[in-house]
């Protein structure tokens, strides 16, 4: 029943979060079974759809994982193995669905626009495995963060942590690392999309130069000749050595 789902839902999301629970979920024994649970459920579309994503984020914290997950690929008992891009059942395609079936300017806080922003917070996380990202490459699901960071209203200074714009930036710039997934992005235009992004002081306009750095973008499309994107960047790498953090940023 709905109930009865939407109950099994939260229990996992709640179960996800400790470390310790998410090896034994993600590889343990009946991590066929968790992925596949709550893929078929964003597949079919039910209200629950963003508590799945949300999940699978979660376990895909753990570093272990991330290549695991992305592979899965269900097959009827006897079946030969499908990759995932050839399957339509696999969580990949299940994703890229999602994304694409996604209107323009989802509503924002309804189950659609919910299970759209947490499906892009999963994908970011996967995209941090070029085994990963070279799948992805292979989908629309490029062109379609690209799309959201286009379609906003809203300014990047106004952009929220865990927001839809902010994790679709952090997709972009996870794939753009990658010569794989990397292509698939300049083709969809996330050069022109991203650029004025950079301008911005703050934690957006740092992964906005950093992703046009991977993209190759011309020297000339960086703010005040380069000067501020070299700063930041020397600033974030100080800052990686010395393990420090910047607030509210980082």
């Excluded at 891009?85 to 509503?107: I, M, Y």
């Excluded at 994908?123 to 699901?141: D, M, P, R, V, W």
């Excluded at 963060?145 to 972009?172: C, G, K, M, Q, Y």
């Excluded at 190759?216 to 010395?242: H, R």
Aim: charged share 20%.
């Amino acid at each position: 029943s709905g109930d009865g789902r939407h109950l099994a839902c939260l229990a996992l999301n709640n179960l996800s979060i400790p470390t310790e629970n998410k090896r034994v979920m993600a590889l343990g024994p009946a991590s066929k079974d968790v992925i596949g649970g709550l893929c078929k459920v964003i597949a079919e579309d039910k209200q629950e759809s963003y508590l799945c994503c949300i999940c699978l984020m979660n376990l895909s914290f753990l570093e272990a994982s991330i290549t695991s997950i992305l592979e899965h690929s269900p097959i009827s008992d006897g079946a030969s193995p499908i990759p995932p891009l050839e399957n339509p059942n696999s969580l990949l395609r299940v994703l890229e669905k999602l994304l694409t079936n996604s209107p323009a300017v989802p509503r924002t806080g309804s189950g659609k626009s919910e299970g759209v922003r947490w499906a892009c917070g999963l994908i970011k996380n996967l995209a941090k495995s070029e085994k990963n990202a070279a799948l992805f490459g292979k989908t629309e699901i490029p062109k379609c963060v690209v799309e959201n960071i286009r379609a906003t209203t809203a300014p990047p200074s106004r952009w929220t942590s865990n927001s839809l714009e902010d994790f679709s930036l952090f997709v972009i710039l996870n794939l753009a690392q990658w010569p794989v997934s990397k292509e698939a992005l300049m083709k969809a235009g996330a050069i022109d999309v991203i650029k004025p992004i950079m301008a911005e002081g703050d934690l957006q306009g740092l992964k906005a130069t950093m992703a046009c750095a991977f993209l190759e973008a011309p020297w000339a499309a960086f703010p005040d000749g380069g000067t501020p994107a070299a700063k930041s960047v020397s600033e974030l790498m100080t800052n990686i050595v010395e393990k420090k953090g910047k607030d509210g940023q980082y």
